[in-house]
Each structure stands twice: as structure tokens, then as C-alpha cells.
């Protein structure tokens, strides 16, 4: 099981303390929404996905996200006035949000973060890095809501330090290979198509050929399974690579 995905128990106020934590995003962009919201699923978040700034005035109103991903031009309300009401109101003043924009002059980054964003991404950007934005903020703003470590087995992963081990060994990766693995220990089991992996190891920007994918698998291979030591890597023939979801089991 992911780390990020505990098992969730009820509190009193009959919200779940421990299940995944939860993402709107508001982007009226359906390809952009898509993407997020599949890379964010696969790295153990719950999502939201609304187009229009005033359906999700509504449903913030409703049930606050623990974490706000909010497109600056949206149908209905902009996501700039958005934020700036949210902040007004004390249920949501210190409600997380990354804003994305294609306006990317000083002048305005610094009006979305007067506003209240606590990020600022300019579009196009790269999924790696996003991705490292949500981690970074869900840790600064709520640090019991997602694990700085993922543990499968004998191996451990720490997001902070950037380190690796496996049953006590360091294992020594390069930043490739190290978000390589970050990204399949996020969710064992699940297969992912080289093409997948390029758009959320490298970025969607990425316009490296499929099989480099193969020579950074073999890469991580060679560092995190020495002699006999069981290769946690699995290999779906017409598919693509998964981290296998029973090591550790046996």
C-alpha cells in the first residue's frame, strides 16, 4: 500500500483523518486537468476535477481540499478572484493553492502570490517539477498528510535527503533513476507505458526516444539488485515496467 494512501479512520467530525489527501484542481483545459489529475492519482492523492471558477467556489464551500490547484482564466469566476475571496474567509484562509498561468512576467507572478497563492507554475511547465511543488507544500502546510519516505520491503526511499537503501546497503542512484524509481514505488503494481514514464519522470517537454526509458531501467536495475538479490522491477512484455506490488512478502 502506498503511504501516502493510509488506512482511513472517522473522526468526529465524520471527516476520514488518514485516507488520501485530497486535490481539486480547477482548470478549464481538459488535457492539462487529465494530466494532473493522473499523475497526481498515481502518486496516491485523491482528485477533484471542476472547469468552472464558480462551480468550485461551491464545491470548496462544501468540502475544502486539502490542497487548491487553480488555473488563473477560468468561465465564471477567475481563479485570481478566487483566491482572493478564499483568503478572506476564515474556513479557507489557510486553504494550500498553486495557481497555474501562461502569464509569466514578473509583475503578474507577483500579483497571483499578493493574492494569496502560496505557488505560482507557468504553463507549459514540467510534470517532475509540479509534482515536487505538491509534495514540497502538502509537507510544509499539513507534514502528517504525506509520507517523506516510501518503504516497499527492504527498500526505502526518502523524498527529503534523496537517499536510498536497501536492507541497510545505500544504494547510490543518479536524479534519473532516482525519480524512476520514486514514481513506481508511488504506486506497485501498476504498469506503466514507457511513453507514461516519460511524460512524468522527464516531462511532458521531453523529447527523448521511448527506449532511453529501458536504458534507465537498466540503469536502476544494476544499482538496487546485486547477485541473488530479487529484482523489485517488473517487466510487462508489450507494456511497459512496473515495481512488482509483492516484494517484500515472501
Not at 486535490?23 to 486537468?33: F, G, L, R, T, Y
Not at 526505502?156 to 525519480?179: C, S, Y
Not at 516519460?198 to 526516444?209: H, K, Q, R, T
Request: net charge neutral; proline share 5%; aromatic share 6%.
Amino acid at each position: 500500500m502506498n503511504e501516502t494512501q493510509a488506512v482511513a479512520t472517522i473522526d468526529r467530525s465524520g471527516r476520514k483523518e488518514n485516507a488520501a489527501p485530497r486535490i481539486m484542481i480547477v482548470e478549464d483545459e481538459p488535457s492539462i486537468a487529465l494530466m494532473l489529475a493522473y499523475n497526481l492519482e498515481a502518486a496516491g492523492f485523491a482528485v477533484e476535477r471542476v472547469e468552472r471558477g464558480d462551480e468550485a467556489e461551491l464545491r470548496i464551500a462544501e468540502e475544502p481540499p486539502d490542497l487548491l490547484i487553480l488555473d488563473w482564466m477560468l468561465p465564471g469566476v477567475s481563479g485570481l478572484e478566487i483566491c482572493r475571496r478564499l483568503r478572506a474567509r476564515d474556513a479557507t484562509k489557510t486553504l494550500p493553492v498553486i495557481m497555474l498561468t501562461a502569464r509569466g512576467e514578473e509583475k503578474e507572478r507577483v500579483r497571483g502570490l499578493s493574492v494569496g497563492a502560496d505557488d505560482y507554475v507557468v504553463k507549459p511547465f514540467s510534470v517532475p517539477e509540479f509534482m515536487a511543488r505538491v509534495q514540497a507544500l502538502m509537507r510544509r502546510v499539513n507534514p502528517g498528510r504525506v509520507a517523506s519516505k516510501l518503504k516497499q520491503g527492504e527498500i526505502e526511499l526518502d523524498r527529503e535527503t534523496r537517499r536510498v537503501w536497501r536492507a541497510g546497503r545505500e544504494v547510490h542512484l543518479g536524479p534519473t533513476e532516482f525519480r524512476l524509481l520514486e514514481y513506481l514505488m508511488e504506486k506497485p503494481g501498476r504498469v506503466f507505458s514507457r511513453a507514461q514514464l516519460l511524460d512524468s519522470v522527464w516531462g511532458m517537454a521531453s523529447e527523448i526516444d521511448e527506449r532511453t526509458v529501458d536504458v534507465h531501467v537498466g540503469r536502476l536495475r544494476k544499482a538496487i539488485a546485486r547477485g541473488r538479490e530479487r529484482d523489485p522491477l517488473r517487466t510487462v512484455r508489450g507494456s511497459g515496467y512496473s515495481f512488482d506490488e509483492t516484494f517484500g512478502r515472501d
